[in-house]
Antibody, heavy 125, light 111 residues
Framework: QVQLQQWGAGLLKPSETLSLTCAVY????????WSWIRQPPGKGLEWIGE???????NYNPSLKSRVTISVDTSKNQFSLKLSSVTAADTAVYYC???????????????????WGKGTTVTVSS | QSALTQPASVSGSPGQSITISCTGT?????????VSWYQQHPGKAPKLMIY???KRPSGVSNRFSGSKSGNTASLTISGLQAEDEADYYC???????????FGGGTKLTVL
């Protein structure tokens, strides 16, 4: 049974860089797209970005200028960095496994079937 | 990258059925049978309930069903139980340049 374990700093000051890591246990790392999603307090889910085992990334256009997602296949881990954080970045951050089927070089996004437990990140001076 | 539209809240009594709608456009929900639904209890991570419009993952109760008509997908929960009280989110593929698009979420209250 695949499990995602995530960790990272939970309290940041404005302008600092958020850094989170998600480790994949009990399953294959390749063949999937690995996403980061966040949820501000009392609000809905916002997709941040994703990476596959080859290191190919896609980002939410609204966050693209500040986001970097990387992968370490030797450890079955992927990481999120979000620079220049503000109070608006305060949220619970989740990692998740995405089922994506590539047909003729076009990715089709099916669903996210495994989620991490979430990491609460607070940005405050 | 516009969010899909869901009602903010729905409610029902135990044993009743409720339906949550998820309205998109001809570029997302209307074009692909790639709508998924997630249940989220307070303080917990989302859980996949429905995928590819109407398929249920192993272990999900058959009280949960999904459908789609035009640009609107729907999640129906029959035989409501207290444990169904949660937030529900829809998600759809919206083309190769957009990746994942979520709905704003619907709070289900079991009266």
């Amino acid at each position: 049974q695949v499990q995602l374990q995530q960790w990272g700093a939970g309290l940041l000051k404005p302008s600092e860089t958020l850094s989170l890591t998600c480790a994949v246990y009990g399953g294959s790392f390749s063949g999937y797209y690995w996403s980061w999603i966040r949820q501000p307090p009392g609000k809905g889910l916002e997709w941040i970005g994703e990476i596959n085992h080859s290191g190919s990334t896609n980002y939410n256009p609204s966050l693209k200028s500040r986001v970097t997602i990387s992968v370490d296949t030797s450890k079955n881990q992927f990481s999120l960095k979000l620079s220049s954080v503000t109070a608006a970045d305060t949220a619970v951050y989740y990692c998740a496994r995405g089922i994506v089927v590539v047909v003729a070089a076009t990715p089709y996004y099916y669903y996210m079937d495994v989620w991490g437990k979430g990491t609460t990140v607070t940005v405050s001076s | 990258q516009s969010a899909l539209t869901q009602p903010a809240s729905v409610s029902g009594s135990p044993g009743q059925s409720i339906t949550i709608s998820c309205t998109g456009t001809s570029s997302d929900v209307g074009s692909y049978n790639l709508v998924s639904w997630y249940q989220q209890h307070p303080g917990k991570a989302p859980k996949l309930m429905i995928y590819e419009v109407s398929k249920r993952p192993s272990g999900v109760s058959n009280r949960f069903s999904g459908s789609k008509s035009g640009n609107t997908a729907s999640l129906t929960i029959s035989g409501l139980q207290a444990e169904d009280e949660a937030d529900y989110y829809c998600c759809s593929y919206a083309g190769s340049s957009t990746s994942w698009v979520f709905g704003g979420g619907t709070k289900l209250t079991v009266l």
